[in-house]
């Protein structure tokens, strides 16, 4: 859990100048609406290049990446400043790893971001993967659960390996969109998002040091974007939009207690309950006492 | 279960030249071995290529391929015949589908494939997976629970997607030597490979349509290699090893018969109860018997001891004494007769 204090985000200037000048401009929208730090959360499966975006993003490789192993265990936060603004982006482990939920994962991330506020997420999922199976929705409904129906509505899927090609017959604009198309559903699903709310926007992202590159320098998709500007734009985006930013509590990590709910029922349950049986008795009394002296009337 | 009855294997003409001769010579040995069929199996977790690398093998587009969702939802068996020699690929649904074991697919291979024989066994997964999970090793225990120990010796690792560019910093021969043998890892431990046995041999493969190729037209990966006749040779290979072929009988399906397991435990346990516990203790029994006949009883000795280890025994031995006595001289007689007086003026 180390949280590297707030460096200068040097970074930055290794980006080529048209990049460096887009986020530049990107961020001074913040600093207009009087943002001065952003917590970003990274999350994800295991594998699918969630360390390698924080990278990219902050410029340096402040994560270890490896391919054939987690290297991240625990959450890392990394803070970068940059002419008075903070960047935060918190690192999470896989929340799956050898095909089921890391239970221990996703507690280890709510401890950790406890007294934290979330401003953006960042789903990260391969773009080459081909299937979006039961697994990825029991993690969307698990951070769902976990932290609340506001999670989903800050967040953002992230596409890694998106230099690739295509499948046969397939174009490459076909395979994004259906690629997409089938996490944001199952999002929309899992989180409970209302037929009137917008699905989760994506960002295509080519983390490798083999990413083609344009005439300035910067990286490129296939389709020939500019990915990082992008990708920073939207996070913006997210940041700056109507939801509210998610405060990680106690009550939010524990769960709503199942012992409070509808307490407040219970003293208008008594009254009611109370008056009820005052009712039936004094009618019940007065019925009564007219039969019981009528019957013995008759005995006697 | 479409089965299609064996045609002329035209996807051969699909090769360029250079690969059709390969395999001609490949599949030469095979006959010189008086082997005329082959049956290969293609398994594997959803969404590998297993389908597409059926299709790269025949040549045609025999099974529907689509990248988001799973088309191959029976077992599909085609065979191809060519020169006298027939080959059967039987194509699987996968066996993992939304992130946990699909057991009914199994089911359904299982069922497929009763009566069958099962020569080679193509385990399929992509190059560009980085992880080999408990789901992997899930999947290589069942198979190997479902059809016995033979079915992991007469496999071989087919990696997809070889074509790939690795993450930065790991050279592609690297790459390729880590991920396969993690999985070559994975199957050993999970299908009780001994030490003495050779790993699963590991196949790269690119079925895409945008697969670089060599100056005659052949298919190749980064490093260079024509993969298709590798591919077929590996088969062959394995075809022609020392380990039998499968049969899939009804045996084979429902497992062992827990009932059955050590029935002949049960005669030999009797005897040897017989001879060992019963026989003892009924000549310990008569040996009793005969020594209590000859002997005073257990219980007059130990009262004896009893009695000698406290104070009473001198006295009792002298009232003994005095009673043996006075029985010799009849006086205890008369004594008694007078007993039976006094009893009698009590009664009532």
Redesign the interface.
């Known amino acids: 859990m180390a949280a590297t204090p707030a460096r200068e985000w040097t970074g930055l200037q290794q980006f080529p100048v048209a990049t460096q000048t887009a986020l530049h401009n990107i961020l001074g929208k913040l600093r207009q609406r009087n943002k001065e730090s952003l917590s970003v959360l990274v999350v994800g499966k ?2 699918v290049g969630k360390s390698s975006t924080v990278n990219s993003i902050i410029g340096e490789r402040v994560t270890v ?1 490896s ?4 290297e991240t265990l625990r959450p890392l936060q990394c803070a970068r400043s940059r002419a008075g603004f903070t960047l935060n982006i918190i690192d999470t482990p896989g929340l ?5 939920i890391n239970d221990q994962a996703l507690d280890i991330v709510k401890r950790f971001l406890l007294g934290k506020t979330i401003d953006v997420v960042l789903y990260v999922d391969r773009l ?1 993967g ?2 979006v ?4 929705k ?1 993690v969307i409904r698990a951070l769902a659960r976990s932290f609340g129906p506001s999670f989903w509505r800050l967040a953002m899927i992230v596409l890694t390996h998106a230099q690739l ?6 174009e490459y604009a076909e ?1 994004v969109e ?2 997409s198309g ?1 996490l944001q559903a199952a999002i929309r699903q899992e989180a409970g998002l209302k037929k009137s709310e917008k699905d989760v926007p994506y960002v295509l992202v080519e983390n ?3 990413c083609n590159t344009n005439a300035g320098g910067e990286k490129i998709l296939p389709n020939g974007t500019v990915w990082l500007p992008v990708l920073v734009e939207r996070i913006v985006e997210v940041a700056t939009s109507d939801t509210d930013s998610v405060l990680v509590d106690k009550r939010l990590i524990n769960g709503p207690n199942a012992n409070e709910r509808g307490k407040w029922w219970i003293p208008l349950l008594v009254v009611a309950q109370v008056r009820q049986t005052i009712t039936i008795f004094r009618h019940g009394k007065q019925s009564r006492a007219l039969e019981y002296y009528s019957i013995l009337d008759n005995v006697r």
């Open positions: 295991g594998g990446v391919a054939f192993q987690s799956v790893e050898g095909g089921c080459d081909y299937r199976d039961n697994l990825d029991q090609s295509p499948p046969d017959g397939v395979f259906k690629r089938a490798s040091g083999r």
